[in-house]
């Protein structure tokens, strides 16, 4: 099935909406609603999200960059790290609105599975839900990083350099490349 | 479940992806127009939210206009409440009220860059958002941005570019 072919049935999904503007709430349920889904819980503060999340139950996360004064790539960064919480794995959409190029890393390395510039788009959500639900990506348990693997296509190592093995090499001095896991490189979505 | 300890990286089936990938009750296309629909019946409430934000924008502005250098407290809730609006506007093709108030967010954070304050940049950013979040604006006026858009970008461009600036 094409991309553009992909669907999905959202009326037994649970979301949680973490935004602390109450316009982006009411916006973002309102096109959930009309996607045909039932369930959406609301978190107006850090603090309401991270004991939503806890109590467990929740789908899909959709974090605002601005949830408690910028912490929203925090908070999803600890949600991957937790080992234990119950919503560790859920898929994570991150929103945000004006941001400067150190934002844009912050969001890249958070662990979000995808980053949704504001103002949303109707069609925008769709696609980005159904490319959640349809594409699936590894996710990544490192010190380094917890979350889906930020390569987009199973092509291996941009110019078969691998460079997440520097990357683990500069983090962790110690550690010899020999001694880096094969099975954290990148492996076709379709061998796995 | 991966272990934290293994550093593996697999595919983690989640609930979402099951549930999604049941036979939808619409199409891709109705649930595109459905969700477009409810943004529309939402717009008188778009309205009267863009209203009071700029109200406290405006009350903002004035406060931090007294002080002489930025960052401070009122400058830095008038960044947020600006943001605010810029989130909004597109979403209700009110694309003039996100270009305006994309355009004062990124004075506000050349500003506090530079550690200047500038109230006639700021005031006209706002008077321009005025002007371009009425529905009479989005109905008759919205045609050719350009000009307005290049009055505020020399406002804007006034001030140096920072390091890791706007995406």
Not at chain 1, 136 to 164: L, M, Q, S, W
Not at chain 2, 124 to 150: E, I
């Amino acid at each position: 099935m094409a991309r553009a072919d992909w669907q999905i049935n959202l009326a037994q999904v649970n979301f949680l909406v973490a935004d602390e503007n109450e316009g982006g709430r009411r916006v973002m349920q309102s096109i959930l609603q009309g996607f045909g889904a039932i369930y959406i819980h609301h978190a107006a503060s850090l603090q309401a999200a991270q004991d939503r999340l806890l109590f467990g139950g929740i789908d899909v996360l959709i974090c605002d960059y601005f949830l408690g004064n910028g912490q929203g790539p925090e908070f999803i960064r600890d949600l991957r790290r937790a080992v234990s919480h119950p919503s560790r794995y859920i898929p994570v959409l991150i929103t945000c609105g004006h941001l400067t190029a150190r934002d844009v890393g912050r969001c890249r390395d958070s662990g979000a599975n995808l980053v949704m510039i504001k103002p949303v788009s109707v069609k925008a959500l769709y696609e980005r839900l159904a490319v959640i639900a349809h594409r699936p990506r590894p996710f990544v348990d490192h010190e380094v990083y917890a979350g889906p693997c930020r390569r987009f296509k199973a092509d291996g190592a941009p110019n078969h350099i691998e460079r997440r093995m520097r990357e683990v090499a500069a983090a962790s001095a110690s550690a010899s490349v020999q001694a880096y896991p094969k099975e954290f490189r990148q492996v076709p979505v379709s061998r796995l | 479940m991966p272990d934290n300890k293994t550093n593996t990286a697999r595919i983690v089936p989640t609930r979402f992806s099951q549930m999604a990938k049941q036979k939808p009750a619409m199409s891709r296309n109705d649930a595109i127009l459905a969700g477009q629909s409810a943004v529309t019946e939402l717009e008188p409430e778009y309205l009267e939210w863009t209203d009071g934000l700029l109200r406290e924008l405006w009350a903002a502005v004035d406060a931090s206009a007294g002080h002489e250098a930025f960052p401070n407290p009122n400058g830095e809730k008038a960044y947020d409440l600006a943001n605010q609006i810029r989130n909004l506007g597109a979403t209700f093709e009110y694309d003039a009220v996100t270009h305006v108030a994309d355009s004062f967010c990124e004075l506000m954070h050349r500003l506090t860059e530079a550690r200047r304050n500038d109230p006639h940049a700021m005031q006209t950013h706002l008077k321009a958002l005025r002007l371009v979040s009425t529905p009479d604006f989005k109905r008759d006026g919205s045609g050719d941005l350009t000009p307005l858009m290049d009055a505020l970008r020399q406002l804007v461009d006034h001030y140096p570019e920072p390091t890791g600036s706007a995406a």
